[in-house]
Each structure stands twice: as structure tokens, then as C-alpha cells.
């Protein structure tokens, strides 16, 4: 169909630099992915570093601490990365795993493993977390700790540490590389002996469900663009293939329980999806707290999580994994994925998604820090803020245009267009003491 900009030559020149514009925007570094058909996406912040990890120790490069890292791994591969720590302060490496292409076949073994080692080699702590029932691209995380505690023995000096990456890889799986999100971050030593056992918490009453109307949610893609969710009920749409991230934050003292699930269809259709819906947990440190799936047979299906241990400092004493998790304050988040089985047993096309958060317990006040206490929740990407810098940089000659197409790419980016396409094994998370 021809448009009035259509007539003249100007008009199609100021398209056509509009256009260009907006593709280059699309394809900056760091901003959201294109929309199309289906597969393992995830938005990496604005200003990640490209890495390439060493097949030995000394060969990895450097992390900086706080800092967002892109990698790939290879099937059987292990890569090293180094740290340089202090002795001030306890350490978090984490990876998210990013399997990939879309369509390709896993096992349940498929894993990846996480640890953090001294300058000998020796593990501080590892985990090891695999792609477990939901054997489908989809991001998945593990988690490593470094601690400075009196009593023990190893990993207490200062100096360079390695952040260590390993993948296993059943030999039937599709033998394509994984990306990697990379971070590390610190956590002070507490400035007082404090406790050194963990809290003891009486039986929770089963978690309510919150009343009142859902409100519209807009999931993020990972990490670093989860939707920000409060207590109440919430309602989103996801397709089979598709993982969103939401977080909530927790103050010392709070606990969370959370429900999803998928709404029945409009038109029953027989059919039966196992574990169709997955929901896994993850501390501020992108720690795994818990996760469940629920099944899919076209009508209202929902899973659980909870309830959890409220967040304490001294939960890092615990024996169990899901209570040693819930150790720090601050964003917690919540990752959706949906099998893309579903899609061959019951369409290709977007499913309600309802969703529902219940934060309970007073906050309280936090451990007695020996320094500045960590702020987790300061590395949210925000979609506005690149693309409007870009925009500055294209100048104003490309008129209301290129303002038109920013708008729905922002749209796209932000709220996922509308049109078609779009349990934990672990080792070692808990501290070295408490194994």
C-alpha cells in the first residue's frame, strides 16, 4: 500500500536512513533481540563485555567484580576465569547457561558446573546444575561461593582466585556451543561475631493465593530485564520455547511464596504436556532457591513454590540447599518457561499466563557489615536508556520517523510483539562447613 511519504524522493531517503537507523539500533550490542519465530532468547545489558575463557588457569582473563560478561562454551568444555579477591570480603561467581539453537535436543544430564578455586586448585565451593525434566533450550544458572570464616582453613588469603565453567554434554545432544552470562560480585564480612547457626523457623501455613484483579505483567527475557512484580496477582502471556523473568524484592525477615500457571484453552482439545511449565527460583547472587513444573492438558494448571525460609544472614548455616539460598537481601527472581511440546500437542500461539506473589514478615534490620552492605538489585537494564542515547548520537534529521520506529521497537523489546513467534541437581551450594 503506498503512503503519502511514498510521492516524493525525500520522503523514501528519510525512510530509507530511518530504517537503517533503526537497524542498526536493533543490532547494537548489549540492546534487546529481534522479534521472530520461537527460541532460547536473553537480553544481555547495555556495556557487556565479550570473553573468552582459558583453557588453563592462568590463561583466563581477569573479571572485574560487578561487571556483566558474555561467553560460550563448547560440549565438554571447562573454561577458567580469574578473580582477584580480597580479604574483606566473601565472593559469588555465577553463570547462566544459555542452550541453544532452538529446536536442539538435550538430556537430562546436560549440566553445567560452577566453582570457585585458590591458586592450588582446590574448590572453595562448586556447584554443578543440570538441564534436569525440562530437556528444551531454556536458561538455567549455577552458582559458586567463596568464604572467609575464622575455623577454616583454605580460601582465606587474599589474592587471585579462578572462577571455573565445565559442561557436560550427553553424547546424543545436539553438539552446538552454550552461551554464558558471567558475573561475580562481593558481600562484606560481618563486622561482628553474630550467629553461626542457622534460624529456627516453625511450620508455615500453607500459602493463600492474594485476591484482587491480576494485573498486566510483561515478562523479561533474563536477568537483567525481569519485570518487577509486588504481592498480588499477576497475568502474562508465553509461548512454547519461551523463558520470562520476573524479580521481587526481600527484605531481612521476609519470606515469598509464588504460584503459576497456564489458563485453560477456549476450545478444548485433548492432549496431555508433562512437566509443560516450569518455575525456578533464584536468589540476588543468581543462586537456584527452588523450582517445580506443573503439567498441561488444556486446562488450568498451576504449580507452587513455597513457602521458603525467611531471608537471614545466618540461613547460609543451613543444611538445606533451599534455606541456605535465602541468605541475602534483595531482588529474587522468578523464571517461567513453557515446553515446546506444547505447541505440537495444543497450537502455535500465545498462552495466558497467571502468575501470583505472596511476601510476608516484617522487614528487619540487616547483619552489622564490616563494610558498605552490597546493593544486588543496581544492575537492572533499563531498554530506554541505550537506545535514547543512540538516538541523541543519530542526531534530529531523521524527524518523527525514526521517532515512530524507536516507539515500536521499544514496544517490541519491552511488551514482545503479539504475532506468532515470538529441579535442580546440585553439588556443593551450601557453605564448606555445612557439607
Known sequence: MRTRWGRSGAGARRIGAAAAALGALLAAPGLAHAAGPPSPSYRFPDGVRDVVGGQRDKDGPVLEANAAYRSSIKPGGKLYFQLVLD?????????????????????????????????????????????????????????????????????QEPGTYYMVIERQSDPASTRSDWGLDLRYTTEPTRSDAGPGTPPVVGPTASPVPPTGTPREVHGGTGFHDAAELSEGQWKDSIRPGETLFFRVSLDWGQDIAAGGGLEGLAVPKDGYVGTALSLQLYNPAWGP???????????????VLGPLAPVAYENRFSPSDDSSAMRLSG?????????????QTFGATQYALTLWLTVRGEAKAGPSYAGRAPDFGSEVTSAGDGSMKLLAALGIGMGTVLVS????????????????GRGPARQGFGPPWGR
Open 87 to 155: 580479604g574483606k570480603n566473601d565472593a559469588y561467581a555465577s553463570a547462566v547457561a544459555l542452550p541453544g539453537p532452538a529446536g536442539a535436543k538435550l538430556a537430562y544430564s546436560d549440566s553445567i558446573k560452577v566453582s570457585i578455586q585458590d591458586a592450588a586448585g582446590e574448590d572453595c565451593d562448586s556447584q554443578r546444575r543440570s538441564i534436569g525434566s525440562a530437556q528444551y533450550p531454556h536458561p538455567f544458572a549455577a552458582s559458586a561461593y567463596r568464604a572467609l570464616r575464622k575455623g577454616l582453613s583454605s580460601c
Open 289 to 303: 532457591v527452588t523450582g517445580l513444573s506443573a503439567p498441561y492438558d488444556g486446562r488450568h494448571q498451576e504449580t
Open 405 to 420: 520506529g524507536l516507539g515500536a521497537w521499544t514496544l517490541v523489546a519491552r511488551r514482545r510483539a503479539a504475532a506468532p
Open 331 to 343: 531482588p529474587y527472581y522468578l523464571a517461567v518457561s513453557l515446553r515446546p511440546e506444547v505447541e
